[in-house]
């Protein structure tokens, strides 16, 4: 019990983060029509692949002068998370355009 | 006093990535502004690329030295001129596969970052090893599920439903969890349990093939769901890691609107997640159903012309079995055609019709079918008592009236597309065969309907041709 207060006390700003993200994506995302549920679970998709961010750092401050198998995994993170963020979002604007054609 | 600008730069932009995540997808919730919402989505995770590799140091002060920038810049700019094509050239209808694979790879990702990142935790740090662990064990879920999701959706992984799986899966996820607790309330140092990471890499893996193995059919959605919302929450754990905000806010953000889709989509089924991911549908699926006098009766092209053609209202509900088929453009045709003939086509969209949310939206707007003609199932039930015909294409589990009245059935309590509501069904399918759910439907029985049988494909197109020559 003590450790688990100790925790939340040293992550106390990150955990109120996830307490308010999760009301947020709640408030932001109810009442979705159903036209929008695959653009829209494409689009939080695309989101997610933030995870790049971690690749960036990972590979960023990687030694290069030698190879290891640590940097080839590096790497592959960092090429999956690009094709997560490029991929969604472009796949996300496809389908979207689709959509719009129709509107007029 | 340089260094603290750059950071307070780079916090900054990480501020403003954030607040465009949230601008973004509350945009992206709206027909009009959606496709904005994305863009402004994407261009914050732009910012935040360029700002880490520009601004980002590590603790000991350091930023990216030049070389690794270009390696950096080397291999994005592989990934997205991979990932551009991939989004680009793959067909339309290709899309529910597409989606799952990006979200494998998202997964994939964070699983990475977490396993290398592992051996940087220090020991006895509880917090920073209870987020590397959950990290990823839930990105390795996230991808091996969603790998197995994309083979399904491409036809290449059947659903494999044996009774013991529930125990294995049982048995997998409690090992997964007691090496997870394990490896977490260790006070040894992280290097010396590196052996453990990588069984419980392997067991995350594992477990997310057999967890999604044996579900199909309805359950498709929830599931590509709830491994989209798997991949936020992963995204997120790996923020902790870095304290990073973006991440953490991005990656929670997901994890939020993809529960709700999940919660959203099972109940359109009416069943509870757990329902979902432990158990199939029933097996003793026989329900209260009376054998013996059914007799099933068939319509002829020419006769489902006619009752068309002189119909005032026609509502047309489509399923899987039109996107198997690649029958939507076919689909479209037939409603202009009945249209030019004064009458009224519209499409009743059950939520969990096809393989992932909205999947019949994409599906008739790859066919340029107006969305403002698609109606969502309350709705298209209100208007069932005035409608002349109802045309079931590929569709099975949605229209099955034991879901109302026989208590007995695996789907009581089910939603579905009161299609009996309407003077006249006419249920295109390929032949008695039950539906996924291998749940018998006594719709077909039923006076009111008559069957078309036949590929959708090739009925649609004689059908259309019957109507052209009235």
Redesign the interface.
Known sequence: ME?ALT?FF??KE?IF??AL??????E???????????????????????????????????D?TSFSV?LV???????????????????????????????K | MDFTIGDSLLELSYLIAALL??F???L????AT??R???W??SG?GL??IT??LL?K?SSG?G?PM???W??IL??G???A???I???KVK?TA??Q??S???A??G???M??A???YPNAIAGD??SI?VTVLGLVIGAIAFSGSVIAWGKLDGRVGDIMKPFMTYLNLFLLVLTIALSVYIIISPNPPTDLMWAIYILTLLSLIYGVMFVMPIGGADMPVV??LL?AL??I???M????????????????????????TMLMCKAMNRSLLNVIIGSFGGSAAGAAGDGDKTVKEISLSDAAVLLSYSQKVYIVPGYGLAVAQAQHLCHELDTLLAAKGVEVKYA?H?VAGR????M??LL??A????DK?V?MDEANNEMPNTDVVIVIGANDVVNPAAEDDPGSPIYGMPIIKVLDAKNVIVMKRSMAAGYAAIPNNLFYHPKNSMLFGDAKASLQKLVTEVKSL
């Open positions: 450790q925790l040293e992550y990150e983060i996830i993200s999760i009301f947020l994506g709640i932001v995302i109810s009442h979705v029509p159903a036209v929008l549920h695959t653009p829209l679970m494409s689009g939080a998709n695309a989101i997610s692949g933030v995870i790049i961010i971690g690749g960036i750092i990972l590979v960023g401050h990687a290069l640590n995994l590096g790497i592959l993170a960092l090429i999956f998370g690009t094709l997560n963020v490029v991929g969604g979002f472009a796949i996300t604007d496809r389908m979207l355009e689709m959509f719009k054609k129709k509107k | 995540f949230v973004g997808l509350k992206l919730s709206h027909p959606a496709r919402g994305n863009l989505a994407a995770m935040a690329m880490t590799l980002h590590n350091g990216i070389m690794n920038m390696v950096i291999f994005i592989i990934g997205s991979l990932g551009w991939i989004a680009r339309m899309m529910p597409l989606v694979l990006f979200n790879s998202g994939a990702a964070s990475l970052v396993l290398l990142e509880t917090g209870l590509i769901s989209n991949t936020g992963a995204a997120a790996a923020g902790f890691i870095y304290g990073n905000q973006a991440m953490i806010l991005g990656g929670i953000l997901v994890g939020a609107a993809g529960m709700i889709l969209i939520p992932m949310p909205g999947h939206n994409v707007a790859e340029d079918v107006p969305y698609l969502e």
